[in-house]
T-cell receptor, first 115, second 113 residues
Framework: NAGVTQTPKFQVLKTGQSMTLQCAQDMNHEYMSWYRQDPGMGLRLIHY???????DQGEVPNGYNVSRSTTEDFPLRLLSAAPSQTSVYFC??????????????FGEGSWLTVV | KNQVEQSPQSLIILEGKNCTLQ??????????LRWYKQDTGRGPVSLTIMTFSENTKSNGRYTATLDADTKQSSLHITASQLSDSASYIC????????????FGKGTKLSVKP
């Protein structure tokens, strides 16, 4: 049981480059989301999805794009990387809406550095 | 403004000792409160989830309490082990269709031999 799988684990980008962080879950969860974690701050929601074909913005969506073509996958795209996007990114999934009592499972994180 | 405040920011204890981490929140409406453990370089892992009606929940050596009246929660770790060294994150859900989660900044616990 793989749970939530994120790739790559580490990535260095140059300013202006684009890339995609991959996230896949094998638990048939409807709800998936992306967070970023910065030093001295709590996790902040970037984008989330309540099911295939449905996505919405979180607290800090600027500079990021998502799509949800299947239940399993929820990639996060950085359109034109900026140094302010240097962070650790976590993908998460849960059976039901995140505000309910269902466990939220996190991936192992993707460390992104933009130079 | 919905906020989750954790204290202390960091804590060092000796192996075998007990400790208690605090979480105060100003979140409305309240749906549930979660504690997560995050090892260095890893993703957060769920320890407990408590709804409004639950005032205590255990997971092995971890016991979480919730006082919804005072909007306070604590995480008590019994007989600490070196593997308990991690950041512990309190997360409060404001409920609603978006399931708005408010994350605390975490308490970094170091257990020394």
């Amino acid at each position: 049981n793989a749970g939530v799988t994120q790739t790559p684990k580490f990535q260095v980008l140059k300013t202006g480059q684009s890339m995609t962080l991959q996230c896949a879950q094998d638990m048939n969860h409807e709800y998936m989301s992306w967070y970023r974690q910065d030093p001295g701050m709590g996790l902040r929601l970037i984008h989330y999805s309540v099911g295939a074909g449905i996505t919405d913005q979180g607290e800090v969506p600027n500079g990021y794009n998502v799509s949800r073509s299947t239940t399993e996958d929820f990639p996060l795209r950085l359109l034109s990387a900026a140094p302010s996007q240097t962070s650790v990114y976590f993908c998460a999934s849960s059976y039901s809406i995140q505000g309910s009592g269902n466990t939220i499972y996190f991936g192992e994180g993707s460390w992104l550095t933009v130079v | 403004k919905n906020q989750v405040e954790q204290s202390p920011q960091s804590l060092i204890i000796l192996e075998g000792k007990n400790c208690t981490l605090q979480c105060n929140y100003t979140v409305s409406p309240f749906s549930n409160l979660r504690w997560y453990k995050q090892d260095t370089g890893r993703g957060p892992v769920s320890l407990t989830i408590m709804t409004f009606s639950e005032n205590t929940k255990s997971n092995g050596r971890y016991t979480a309490t919730l006082d919804a009246d005072t909007k306070q929660s604590s995480l008590h770790i019994t007989a600490s082990q070196l593997s308990d060294s991690a950041s512990y994150i309190c997360v409060v859900s404001a409920g609603g269709s978006q399931g708005n989660l408010i994350f605390g900044k975490g308490t970094k616990l170091s257990v020394k031999p």
